[in-house]
């Protein structure tokens, strides 16, 4: 099936930060899908298996140490492995249906989600 940008998408979400993670997780079942930008070099890609490392259970606590603090609600979650279903017009190194381990940008961010969108250059 095709990737639809219009439907929403499950993932996880921090609403505020607190070191008591279970008091601000929770699950949300209609958070909208991410969507690609003409030429932006990124993908959208099927979340199959996320790896939280300590340094993103410091972040869900609020110990920012080299970053800059996340906008509420976000998602989180980092490295992460999943299936190609879009790629931006132009992408020559990955097609839809291919496997990719992707690595997080600046922050370890958007990886708990159903969909998640990243730079082609960092899978």
């Known amino acids: 099936t095709m990737y639809d940008a219009s439907k929403p998408m499950s993932c996880i ?3 505020k930060q607190r070191a008591d993670i279970e008091q601000v997780i929770s699950m ?11 030429d932006d070099g990124r993908m959208i890609v099927r979340t199959l ?6 340094g993103d259970v410091r972040v869900l606590r609020g110990h920012l140490f080299f970053q800059d ?6 998602i989180p ?7 190609v279903v879009e790629v931006h017009a132009g992408e020559e190194r990955f097609k839809v249906g291919d496997v990719v381990m992707v690595l997080f940008e600046e922050a370890p961010r958007n990886a708990l989600a159903e969909f998640v969108k990243v ?4 899978a």
């Open 28 to 38: 949300s079942r209609s958070h909208p899908r991410p969507r690609l930008e003409p």
């Open 77 to 83: 979650g980092g490295d992460m492995c999943g299936e």
């Open 119 to 122: 730079k082609c250059n960092l």
């Open 13 to 15: 979400t921090i609403k």
């Open 49 to 54: 298996a996320v790896s939280l490392a300590p």
């Open 69 to 74: 603090p996340p906008s509420f609600p976000y």
